[in-house]
């Protein structure tokens, strides 16, 4: 004869689902987390590598969020995590910055811009390699819509004015790290430009 339902034999059974359901979790959390760990470290190193010259050890600063990385003894630059908000919502670069305060590389590690357009700052080659080299001191970092040196991408000033505002964050980060003074532009001014652009609703240029 099948058992009476009954609150006792309910609260007992979604008990014991509850702490197998955990066990599990647990495990699986435990099993992956190292790999996880090391997958993000090797993003991260990648991304070092990919906005400095060579190096041969890197030391990260977690107060100021960025790696010192050095040759020898000597330091040949900083690479600084900057994150600001875009179109789409948060966008994430890592800043090569050398000791002269010039711009060696940028790279994005993440970003929710839109698809075809705010999202080509990760593959728009043309926007991407201008960063290469850029000296704050030469050049004036905000789109030259705005009067600036920094080529955006079409149709997505908003991107492309958030990218450039996480560039000069980057530098402000360098300026509080080295004796060599780096040159950036106003960031108040950029802040408010950041998402308030006139008619820059709804299509990235339109974004």
């Known amino acids: 004869m099948a058992a009476k339902s009954n609150l006792t034999n309910m609260v007992l ?7 197998f359901c955990s066990a599990v979790l647990g495990g699986a959390y435990a099993l992956t987390k190292d790999p996880i ?14 906005v400095l010259p060579h190096f041969e050890s890197l030391e990260f600063n977690e107060e100021g969020n960025y790696y ?21 919502g948060p966008l994430s670069l ?17 970003h929710t811009e ?11 080659a043309k926007f991407m390699d201008q960063w290469r080299g850029f000296d704050p001191a ?8 705005d009067g600036g040196d920094v080529d955006a991408i079409t149709a997505s000033t908003i991107t492309s004015r958030a990218y450039t505002l996480a560039v000069e964050n980057a530098l402000k980060v360098f300026d509080t790290i080295s004796v060599i003074p780096g040159v950036t532009g ?9 998402g308030h652009d006139d008619n820059e609703e709804g299509g990235q240029d339109n974004e």
């Open 68 to 88: 010192t990385a050095k040759d020898g003894d000597a330091t040949v630059g900083y690479a600084i995590e900057s994150t600001v908000v875009g179109f789409g």
């Open 186 to 194: 106003n960031l108040s001014e950029m802040a408010d430009q950041v």
């Open 37 to 50: 760990d090391a997958a993000a470290a090797a993003k991260t190193q990648q991304a070092v590598a990919q």
């Open 13 to 19: 059974v979604l008990g014991v689902t509850c702490l």
């Open 138 to 145: 030469v050049k004036i970092l905000s789109v030259k819509k």
């Open 114 to 124: 839109t698809p075809g357009l705010g999202a080509k700052c990760s593959t728009d």
């Open 94 to 110: 890592m800043v090569g910055v050398t000791v002269d305060g010039v711009v060696y590389n940028t790279s994005v590690l993440s």
